[in-house]
């Protein structure tokens, strides 16, 4: 796993031990000596993940991280505070500037080495959707990123201990939403069927191995996106770095403090909410990219990507596949009478009566202007024929409205049809066969079907 690591400490020889270590593990080591360099290092450069000492002069890491959170270019850099201070309140004060760990002094190899890696981990998914977001938003898409809703999350505790099940939900009464299931199996069924965001899994289980089910919820495509974190006993720090390498988020030690465990949990929800928000302007970007803003339909980048992939399949399984064209007759008629809120206006409803009469497989895309593309999968000319007809007598028998309703206008269209010629048809071929087809409607004397045989 290849990684660029920042190391921050004021102090030489500290930087030179971890800088070893990890070296050692082929990361790429960055080093910096005081938190200033740190910050410009951060936004100057390419760093994955930041190992930041707390007592340092001027700026100390507290400072440095919050800079970094508050930053929305480096925020989303995972950071590991590496302090000599012990207190639980200083942890939950690193956390809440928005660190995303902390290893103590003298750092344990093992746990250096399985933390760095499971943060690079997460840092990787986070770039790859920020990389999309950012091509997506150059592109003029908006990018969907909405302010973090407000309700109070939901928990899931597996826990076979009912005294220690209580007891920590009872910590999180406050602000959360917590249901406890003492049955692992039960446990994993619930987190694919629930809506949680957040799984909390404990140790101290006597007779099942609680890193299976770790295993098990990141193998569940349901849930392999869900933070899990681990409630571990102290000293079991061969099962803490175990649990890391196999993709668990977090980890907090018995005794559990309910401050600490707060703040961690909200580390992993505001990461997961991030996270969420990303791949939800994602989804969202692609879409706006396939669809025709007008009509909803899907448009022609759609239909060119989408097409040689039907074409192969009914190749493929030696099924026919029909194309058919669609175009309203006399458009720039209808523009020059009635302005382009006109046009728009029959634009959707033809839209809509194409919906009503084509099937639910059957991929339709509007090609531009007045044109539009119905792709019908296992369907021969013949019927295809008979479906285009439909829609022929389905736009003229009714008249389309427009200017809000207040008139009624008659509409045509033309209709070119054609099937597949055999295994070597391609995309270009089969789109320009079917334009030829609509070419003979409209010379035909348009309000027509054509469908010349193969």
Not at 106 to 131: A, F, G, H, I, Y
Not at 226 to 249: S, Y
Not at 324 to 344: E, P, R, T, V
Not at 353 to 362: A, C, E, P, S, Y
């Amino acid at each position: 796993m290849t990684a660029r690591i920042l190391v921050v400490d004021d102090v030489p020889s500290n930087v030179k031990l971890l800088e070893s270590r990890l070296l050692a593990e082929y990361f790429e080591v960055v080093c910096a000596h005081s938190g200033a360099e740190a910050l410009k290092i951060c936004a100057d450069g390419k760093v994955d993940v930041v190992l930041l000492d707390v007592m340092m002069p001027e700026l100390d890491g507290f400072e440095v991280c919050r800079r970094l959170k508050a930053d929305p270019a480096t925020q989303h850099i995972p950071v590991i505070m590496v302090t000599s201070l012990e207190e639980t309140a200083d942890r939950i004060r690193g956390l809440e500037a928005g660190a995303d760990d902390f290893l103590s002094k003298p750092v344990n190899d093992l746990q250096l080495v399985t933390r760095v890696k499971s943060l690079v981990r997460l840092k990787m998914l986070t770039d790859e959707l920020r990389l999309r977001t950012v091509t997506a938003r150059n592109a003029g898409f908006d990018d969907g990123i909405e302010e973090e809703r407000r309700a109070a999350p939901s928990i899931l505790l597996i826990d076979e201990d009912a005294q220690s099940s209580a007891t920590i939900a009872n910590m999180l009464r406050d602000g959360y939403r917590v249901d406890v299931e003492d049955d692992p199996q039960a446990g994993l069924f619930r987190a694919a069927d629930g809506s949680y965001e957040c799984i909390l899994v404990t140790s101290a289980y006597t007779t099942y191995d609680p890193l299976r089910l770790c295993a098990q919820l990141r193998a569940l495509d349901r849930t392999r996106l869900l933070p899990v974190m681990l409630v571990a006993d102290k000293g079991d720090d061969a099962m803490i770095a175990r649990a890391l390498e196999l993709g668990v988020n977090d980890y907090i030690v018995r005794p559990v403090d309910q401050q600490e465990l707060m703040a961690r949990l909200r580390t992993q929800l505001r990461r997961k909410r991030y996270n969420d928000r990303l791949r939800s302007s994602v989804s969202e970007s692609f879409q706006m990219a396939v669809t025709d803003p007008l009509t909803g339909l899907h448009n022609r980048r759609y239909l060119d990507t989408h097409l040689p992939r039907l074409l192969a399949r009914s190749a493929a399984r030696g099924r026919p596949l029909s194309v058919m064209m669609a175009d309203i007759d006399c458009f720039k008629a209808i523009n020059d009478s009635w302005g382009h809120q006109g046009g728009d206006d029959v634009l959707r409803e033809f839209a809509d009566r194409l919906r009503q009469n084509i099937r639910g497989i059957d991929l339709i895309c509007r090609f531009g202007g007045e044109e539009f593309v119905v792709v019908m999968p296992d369907t021969p000319l013949d019927v295809a024929e008979t479906v285009a007809e439909r829609l022929r007598v389905a736009i003229a028998s009714d008249p389309f409205t427009v200017d809000g309703g207040k008139n009624a206008i008659a509409v045509t269209t033309s209709v070119g049809v054609v099937a597949t010629a055999g295994a070597h048809d391609d995309p270009a071929t089969l789109l320009k066969r079917v334009d030829l087809a609509l070419y003979d409607a409209k010379n035909a004397g348009r309000n027509c079907v054509v469908a010349p045989a193969a």
